[in-house]
């Protein structure tokens, strides 16, 4: 399994400002994820991020607004530009570990954002 | 794409019911099936999986079984507790998505003593 660790845990931020969530991971692992949770909703995809490339980004998200840094295989940033309260959520970061098809996710205890 | 279509919430139980959270989902591939659990205040938190057709994932008294021909992976207990009161996501993961895990919308249980 993989332990991973994300910071700042929580956070309250003025509209207009932006903030970097940090994630470590404590093997080296090819794949990262960065999720949205919104209050009381499922998990939504971010983006991939890859490292030595640009992350992938899923539909409805832009890399102007959730830029995403991957310098090795243990850490990524995410940052949340320009914020409004629609932002207001549980980020997360997420591995994937395993061969083929049998691979499983673990997550940080994510970083709970609130913009007013 | 991938999806997963889980039973809407709230679901309501008595202590020592039976529970039945149904899952369906769609995939172009062959994927590996989750379910996952969010106590109040907690991270999430991997319940039980099973990785190819009639696997039986179990854990914490919870099963599912991978059923390719239903294309269904549906969460049962015999008798709930109170402690099992939480959030419980259903999710898939395969090669075609590049390992990504989508999740379903999420059931949340409340059991009552």
């Known amino acids: 399994s993989a332990v991973i660790s994300q910071k700042p845990s929580r956070d309250i931020c003025q509209r207009g400002t932006s903030l970097t969530i940090q994630c470590q991971v404590d093997?080296?692992?090819?794949?990262m994820f960065w999720y949205r949770q919104q209050p009381g909703q499922s998990l939504t995809l971010i983006a991939t991020a890859n490292q030595g490339s640009e992350a992938t980004y899923e539909s409805g998200f832009v890399i102007d607004k959730f830029p995403i840094s991957r310098p090795n295989l243990t850490f990524s940033t995410l940052t949340v530009s320009n914020m409004s309260p629609e932002d207001s959520s549980i980020y997360l970061c997420?591995?994937?570990?395993?061969?083929?098809?049998?691979?499983?996710?673990?997550f940080g205890q994510g970083t709970r954002l609130t913009v007013v | 794409g991938n999806s997963v279509t889980q039973m809407e919430g709230p679901v309501t139980l008595s202590e020592e019911a039976f529970l039945t959270i149904n899952c369906t989902y769609t995939?172009?591939?062959?994927?590996?099936l989750f379910w996952y659990v969010q106590y109040p205040g907690e991270g999430l938190q991997l319940l039980l999986k099973a990785t190819k057709a009639d696997d039986k994932g179990s854990n914490k008294g919870f099963e599912a079984t991978y059923r390719k021909e239903t294309t269904s992976f549906h969460l049962e207990k015999g008798s709930v507790q109170v402690s099992d009161s939480a959030v419980y996501f259903c999710a898939l993961s395969d090669s075609t998505g590049g390992f990504k895990t989508i999740f379903g919308a999420g059931t949340r249980l409340f059991v009552k003593a």
């Open positions: 995939a172009t591939g062959y994927p590996s």
């Open positions: 093997s080296q692992v090819t794949m």
């Open positions: 997420s591995v994937g570990q395993g061969a083929g098809t049998g691979t499983e996710a673990f």
